[in-house]
């Protein structure tokens, strides 16, 4: 081997070595610990701390041969208290400015075709009126009830308050799964890369949600929350228990019995063209698939021919 193909070795190690190094860990929960997290304060309603297996409660843990560990079944009650897995008391960057969560969860081999929604992750101020317009999660929702669709949709909502009435925005992202998840274990990640801080309107990000290292959806430049510094695992909580008197909703337990593992938080940076924080594509990358060749040529040549007219808006990018 030459000197040169022996430094470029090195070089090519050292880079590979880079992108598996950048990521850190910042939060973990694996339930072998009981409800113990690696940081933060466990706030729980319907389980029992001191025996997590206890399975007269609406949330417990079990033993999950096909992944030989610990995980959590969080139910759903239908009196009150309601039933909910927070952590608080975390780092005030927890969940900022950038960031990638990944989740473990298993689909029964029962699963029903029509189910009701699931949250996994539910990030949220906890703060009563003003928690409904703070918070995001990820989830697996039912398709349309008008539709025939039985297909899951992966979805990321982000709630905000604007900062001006007693109003909120809402945005959602999803798109239907094809097909549903089999019955197992599956891993869903979500990525968000803030663009644009501007606290306490709405923040922007780039946002990527993929399922079982798939994309699932990417945008580039969106509504966005700021970070939250409390999580609820396996449903959404308001915080509204005072006034509305239901604090949770969107369960994994009931009916499908969806459990979960190995919920991490990790550092972000882009890795790549095309993720979020490197969605800023090549002039001439026609086909954003994140570089210029023959077919962006042949695409940008079929557009122009259809954006002849100088004044059409429409054809800006084609005349600039």
């Excluded at 022996?6 to 590979?16: S, T, Y």
Aim: proline share 5%; with cysteine.
């Amino acid at each position: 081997m030459t000197n040169i193909k022996k430094l470029l070795f090195c070089l090519i190690l050292v880079i590979a070595f880079a992108i598996q190094a950048d990521a850190a860990l910042r939060w973990s929960l694996d339930f072998e610990n009981g409800f113990n997290a690696s940081s933060g304060t466990v706030d729980i309603s319907r389980g029992n701390l001191g025996n997590p297996f206890d399975t007269s409660q609406e949330i417990y843990l079990l033993y999950d041969a096909d992944s030989d560990s610990n995980v959590v079944r969080i139910g759903r009650t239908w009196q009150a208290p309601y039933c909910y897995l927070s952590y608080v008391n975390l780092a005030s960057d927890i969940l900022g400015p950038s960031g990638r969560v990944t989740i473990d969860f298993k689909i029964p081999v029962d699963f029903p075709v029509q189910c009701t929604s699931m949250t996994f992750f539910n990030s949220s101020t906890l703060d009563g009126l003003l928690d409904w317009q703070n918070q995001w999660l990820m989830m697996l929702s039912k398709p349309e009830t008008a539709s025939s669709d039985t297909r899951q949709r992966g979805q990321v909502q982000s709630n905000c308050w604007p900062g001006s009435g007693f109003y909120y925005l809402q945005q959602n992202w999803s798109y239907v799964l094809m097909p549903n998840p089999a019955a197992g274990w599956h891993t869903m990640e979500f990525e968000w890369y803030r663009l644009e801080n501007n606290y306490p309107e709405r923040d922007r990000a780039d946002i990527r949600l993929k399922l079982d290292g798939e994309t699932i959806f990417a945008y580039h430049d969106v509504l966005w929350t700021w970070p939250n510094t409390n999580l609820t695992i396996g449903c959404q909580r308001t915080g509204l228990e005072a006034e509305w008197g239901n604090t949770t909703r969107f369960h994994t337990g009931y009916p499908q019995n969806v459990l979960l593992d190995n919920i991490q938080i990790w550092d972000y940076t882009p890795q790549e063209c095309g993720a979020p924080g490197a969605m800023e594509y090549l002039d001439g990358d026609v086909d954003k698939n994140c570089f210029v060749d023959f077919k962006d040529v042949k695409n940008f040549a079929e557009e122009w021919l259809q954006c002849t007219n100088p004044d059409d808006s429409r054809c800006d990018e084609y005349w600039r």
